[in-house]
């Protein structure tokens, strides 16, 4: 290990900007996204992402929205969930009204994937690992 390196021991939250935050939350809802419980901040939305920790359960991880007074920050960027079942969850998001950018397919690093944009351009990759 790099003696300059930053213990870093986890990733806890990824947080994207968004410019209608009801809008937001209806479509990660939609996809089965569970919200973290917990009072409501105007303006801001947390879901909880994997398990809550202890031996051989990776920790939480927190999927946040920003609602900001101009929108969406610019620029481009992808977020990658692991999912247990690729071509389930791409079926329940279709179900859900939600467009991908391409059906499931298996990627020559090794996942089995797929895309979606969220309302403010953000491109989701719902992934597997292959066997």
Same mark, same amino acid.
């Given at each position: 290990?790099?003696?300059?390196?930053?213990?870093?021991?986890?990733?806890?939250?990824?947080?994207?900007?968004?410019?209608?935050?009801?809008?937001?939350?209806?479509?990660?809802?939609?996809?089965?996204?569970?919200?973290?419980?917990?009072?409501?901040?105007?303006?801001?939305?947390?879901?909880?992402?994997?398990?809550?920790?202890?031996?051989?359960?990776?920790?939480?991880?927190?999927?946040?929205?920003?609602?900001?007074?101009?929108?969406?920050?610019?620029? /481009? +960027?992808?977020?990658? %969930? &692991? !999912?247990? @079942?690729? #071509?389930?969850?791409?079926?329940?998001?279709?179900?859900?009204? $939600?467009?991908?950018?391409?059906?499931?397919?298996?990627?020559? /690093? +090794?996942?089995?994937? %797929? &895309? !979606?944009? @969220?309302? #403010?351009?953000?491109?989701?990759?719902?992934?597997?690992?292959? $066997?």
């Amino acid at each position: 290990m790099n003696e300059r390196a930053a213990p870093i021991l986890s990733l806890s939250a990824v947080t994207l900007t968004v410019s209608d935050i009801a809008r937001s939350m209806a479509f990660y809802d939609a996809l089965g996204f569970v919200r973290k419980p917990g009072p409501e901040v105007p303006g801001f939305a947390s879901f909880v992402l994997g398990g809550q920790g202890g031996e051989g359960v990776a920790a939480a991880c927190y999927l946040n929205l920003l609602e900001t007074p101009h929108g969406a920050v610019g620029g /481009w +960027g992808r977020a990658i %969930f &692991h !999912v247990a @079942d690729v #071509d389930a969850f791409y079926a329940r998001v279709t179900e859900a009204g $939600a467009t991908p950018e391409f059906a499931p397919r298996d990627a020559p /690093w +090794g996942e089995r994937y %797929f &895309h !979606v944009v @969220d309302p #403010d351009g953000h491109e989701l990759s719902f992934a597997k690992p292959l $066997a």
